[in-house]
């Protein structure tokens, strides 16, 4: 039990070292001239590819405290999008042991079908608010290559970190998974 205890608590510094280092590089000032198109949302990505290969890994509170982290300093609105990364991490809990057997193009779908909703929901909330946001061209841009990126985050994680989609594991109370 104490060495699954250590192996968990490895993959969550793992986790948040990695949302730290990309967080680290988005706050550089590579290109600070305007005109610029939008990126990927990695950390969105890294949280969806670690709770489909490994739901039990990460605690949905190391979650939402990560994305909350990237919120205020990627100056979003504190919680908006934490709250939303965080139900649609537990929309993907409830279908892993769909997702665990089905081929990579189904996930693939599910989650561009998700992360689609959530942008969504989120430029509705901010929409209703008045809150200033970019275009809805900017914010569709910012949608497609997010999901383009979604394979190369999973081919990441499995090769660099020994993620992978866990058939039959056991819980901690002996049931199979």
Request: charge should be positive; proline fraction near 7%; charged fraction near 10%.
């Amino acid at each position: 039990m104490g060495d699954r205890d250590q192996n968990r608590f490895a993959y969550c510094a793992l986790f948040v070292l990695l949302v730290a280092s990309v967080l680290f590089v988005q706050l550089l000032p590579l290109n600070p001239g305007p005109g610029r198109l939008p990126g990927p949302d990695i950390v969105l990505l890294i949280v969806f590819a670690w709770t489909i290969m490994h739901p039990n890994l990460l605690p949905i509170w190391l979650i939402a405290g990560v994305v909350l982290v990237a919120d205020l300093l990627l100056m979003r609105p504190p919680g908006l999008w934490a709250g939303l990364v965080v139900l649609g991490c537990e929309f993907l809990r409830s279908r892993w042991n769909v997702l665990r057997t089905a081929p990579f193009l189904v996930e693939w779908g599910l989650v561009a079908g998700l992360i689609t909703a959530l942008i969504l929901a989120k430029s509705a909330i901010l929409g209703i608010f008045a809150v200033p946001q970019p275009s809805f061209g900017l914010t569709m841009i910012h949608l497609v290559v997010t999901v383009l990126i979604y394979p190369i985050v999973v081919l990441l994680a499995g090769r660099m970190f020994g993620l992978r989609r866990g058939i039959g594991e056991a819980d901690g109370f002996g049931t199979r998974r």
